[in-house]
């Protein structure tokens, strides 16, 4: 099997590709030949020696795939041999074979192509705790979306429009003509505009009912401050510790100095009647049966044509560090996929 590997924390060229023999599924896994693997930004802080739940490097990163079941250990069901499906991996996802416990794997439906399959997993499960699970959107509502335009942006909007909510959208402005055809209602240039004070125009004062903020820092301040009575901030990651592209200290001590440590009080949240929760999908290994759960539901919007994965583009195994540069570019809309 071929494997793209850190080697050690930096910059995207520390990615490297190696071969190794197959590995064979062990008892209750399945065997997945891998025909595309999704790129997440928590591979890129795992690259630079900064994502905390990392195994040591070298190490192979990846959550999820799309493929093709061609063996299975003992104990689990033959009958996943020969099928299409996409899977989430604990890591080493970026690989043209993995082995993976069976509860892990999902029968792609007929029509949905394996990039289509390995865009779905954390893109949309995380868009899922968010806005239904955990945000309780509701028709009607406002949310605003920072990184609008990335895999987890796209995904949300497109569930909080099939839930009749309005969205509010935050990302650069190269990407504004494209988005615009997603739905979204407005759309906040991140680089030349004040977000906060953009969304009071638009909202005429009154603020939004939920904001899903995964850059961090200062953001998350003014992103609670924005939120109407009953309104709900999900914070699900600090994009903005990744300015650079190794590690920067000053860079991640401004992002944790600006973080409102003391801002959500108990007795803050109680008189204001905000709500604040955090999601981290890495850490829901424990609920995979409730996952599974979220994935249906998502497969049957998937076939009723209500959420479509959109794929920005792929890059073959060997261009792995183009793939990460261009992420930190911030140049994608939509998935960023590897194909072996
Ligand atoms: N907690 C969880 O379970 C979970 C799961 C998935 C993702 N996440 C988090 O959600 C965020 C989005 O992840 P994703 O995989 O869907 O990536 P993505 O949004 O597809 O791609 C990254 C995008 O983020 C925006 N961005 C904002 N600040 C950035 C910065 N400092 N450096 C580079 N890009 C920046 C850029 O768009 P603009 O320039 O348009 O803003 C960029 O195109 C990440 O913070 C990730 O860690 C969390």
């Not at 494209?178 to 979204?184: Q, V």
């Not at 939004?208 to 939120?227: I, Q, T």
């Not at 309104?231 to 920067?248: H, Q, T």
Request: charge should be positive; glycine fraction near 12%.
């Amino acid at each position: 099997m071929r494997q793209i590997w850190i080697t050690k924390p930096g910059c995207p060229e520390v990615l490297v590709v190696k071969k190794a023999l197959d590995p064979e599924p062990r008892a209750g896994e399945v065997r997945v030949r891998v025909e595309a693997s999704g790129v997440n930004f928590a591979d890129i802080l795992g690259r630079m020696g900064i994502y905390p739940d990392l195994p040591p490097i070298p190490v192979v990163v990846g959550y999820e795939v799309g493929g093709r079941v061609d063996a299975v250990g003992v104990g689990a069901n033959p009958g996943w041999i020969g099928r299409d499906v996409f899977a989430v991996t604990r890591f080493g996802g970026y690989s043209d074979v993995v082995c993976v416990p069976e509860k892990q794997v999902f029968a792609r439906p007929a029509g949905m192509s394996a990039e289509e399959g390995a865009a779905v997993p954390v893109n949309y499960l995380t868009a899922w705790q968010l806005v239904v699970v955990m945000g309780g959107l509701k028709r009607g509502e406002t949310m605003l979306v920072h990184s609008a335009g990335g895999g987890v942006g796209i995904a949300a909007t497109q569930i909080a429009k099939h839930v009749g909510a309005k969205v509010i959208g935050v990302a650069s402005a190269s990407k504004h003509d494209e988005l615009k055809a997603l739905g979204f209602e407005h759309l906040i240039d991140c680089r030349r505009e004040d977000f906060e004070a953009r969304t009071r125009e638009i909202t005429a004062g009154r603020g939004v009912e939920l904001v899903l903020d995964a850059v961090g820092g200062d953001s998350f301040k003014k992103g609670y401050r924005l939120l109407a009575p009953t309104g709900r901030l999900g914070m699900f990651g600090v994009s903005s510790a990744a300015n650079a592209k190794e590690r920067d200290l000053f860079n991640i001590f401004r992002t944790l100095t600006t973080t409102p440590w003391f801002l959500f009080t108990p007795l803050a949240l109680l008189n204001a009647n905000k709500g604040v929760f955090g999601v981290n999908l890495g850490h829901m290994w424990g609920e995979i049966d409730r996952m599974r759960g979220w994935a249906n539901e998502l497969l049957d919007l998937w076939s009723k044509g209500v959420i479509q994965p959109k794929i920005d583009c792929t890059f073959r195994f060997d261009e792995a560090s183009l793939a990460h540069h261009y992420m930190q570019d911030r140049k994608n809309v939509g998935k960023v996929l590897l194909k072996p």
